[in-house]
């Protein structure tokens, strides 16, 4: 029995989407599946670590005079935290801008974007510096470390990929495709704040607990 090839008409597709229905939008949301199993991965290794302790956290027994345990400031991690909420306005204001391809409250919505991820990230530095250990005093301070640099990072990430958007967004007319590019990163924006929400709580909450 013969069959004959039937050709699909897709012409009528549109080029690129702005919400979930764009690949690039699914591929985003995998990466970020993909950097949370990070960060869970290095939080199993922080609570194996309290395990092997029966205070927590541990003492510094490499200064000497051996240092009793210290908490890390919940005041001093707030400086963080607060600044990450607050950002989230300017970044929603661009991702609702995008969606109705408003070129200019795009800019300004990347621009205060761009000047919030500059603060946060200097705050993190300063946040590190402030820590009552070294990175390699001992395993504790490794992890937690480990978890504020990872963190850093991402924030510095998504600062830069702020920075191309909104230098395009000034150079050229917002297209559709662009359009759903700020969108996307606004998604992944949000998964930056909202994962140091829990990580906050394990760092600085829990040792008190």
């Known amino acids: 029995?013969?069959?004959?090839?039937?050709?699909?008409?897709?012409?009528?597709?549109?080029?690129?989407?702005?919400?979930?229905?764009?690949?690039?939008?699914?591929?985003?949301?995998?990466?970020m599946v993909i950097e949370t199993t990070v960060f869970a991965l290095l939080v199993a290794s922080y609570l194996y670590v309290r395990m092997n302790f029966g205070h927590w956290p541990p003492p510094q027994p490499n200064r000497f005079p051996p240092l009793a345990a210290e908490y890390p400031s919940i005041p001093m991690g707030l400086t963080t935290v607060i600044p990450l909420l607050i950002s989230l306005i300017p970044m929603i204001w661009a991702d609702r801008a995008a969606l109705k391809l408003k070129a200019n409250a795009v800019r300004w919505g990347?621009?205060?974007?761009?000047?919030?991820?500059?603060?946060?990230?200097?705050?993190?530095?300063?946040?590190?510096?402030?820590?009552p250990f070294d990175w390699d005093d001992n395993a504790y301070a490794s992890i937690v470390w480990t978890l504020c640099g990872m963190h850093l990072m991402h924030i510095v990430v998504a600062t830069c990929e702020n920075i191309v958007m909104f230098a395009w967004a000034v150079v050229h007319s917002l297209d559709k495709k662009h359009a759903r590019d700020v969108r996307v990163n606004a998604v992944y924006w949000y998964w930056v704040v909202g994962i140091w929400v829990p990580l906050f709580c394990i760092i600085y909450v829990g040792p008190r607990i």
């Open 110 to 131: 990347l621009f205060l974007s761009i000047l919030a991820g500059g603060v946060i990230a200097y705050l993190r530095f300063r946040e590190l510096r402030y820590l």
């Open 1 to 31: 029995m013969k069959t004959e090839n039937v050709a699909l008409d897709v012409s009528d597709l549109p080029v690129s989407e702005l919400d979930h229905r764009s690949l690039v939008w699914w591929g985003n949301v995998l990466m």
